[in-house]
């Protein structure tokens, strides 16, 4: 099992960056594919990026190519979303997620692990 806490969300302005971290505790952190997803008001949970196990492979939603940059670090148990070129309809909860199958972490129905969440509002 594995406990994900998430930082790094706040208020940021239009066009700004902002970097959000990941801690995991438990066991077998490398053996756990890792991503990001989000939740904006009356929306469904989003995906939005994921890596693999030994950090080799990445993979990122449409809405985020080109701006969000996912990576890891196995010697930290961390992983983090770099954020660039922030909009408006980047306003979301953000949520760390983990499952021991990458496959998993591209529906939110099939995530095995979440973090609590951190707010990113983009003021326009």
């Known amino acids: 099992q594995v406990q994900l806490v998430e930082s790094g969300g706040g208020l940021v302005q239009a066009g700004g960056s902002l970097t959000l971290s990941c801690a995991a505790s438990?066991?077998?952190?490398?053996?756990?594919?890792m991503g990001w997803f989000r939740q904006a008001p009356g929306k469904e949970r989003e995906y939005l990026a994921v890596?693999?196990?030994?950090?080799?492979?990445?993979y990122n939603a449409d809405s985020t190519k080109g701006r969000f940059t996912i990576s890891r670090d196995n010697a930290k148990n961390t992983i983090v979303l770099q954020m660039n070129t922030l909009q408006s309809e980047d306003t979301a909860v953000y949520y760390c997620?983990?499952?021991?199958?990458?496959?998993?972490?591209?529906?939110?129905?099939?995530?095995?692990?979440w973090g609590q969440g951190t707010q990113v509002t983009v003021s326009s």
């Open positions: 997620v983990a499952d021991q199958r990458a496959s998993n972490l591209f529906q939110s129905r099939t995530v095995s692990y």
């Open positions: 438990g066991r077998g952190f490398n053996d756990y594919a």
């Open positions: 890596i693999s196990r030994s950090g080799s492979s990445t």
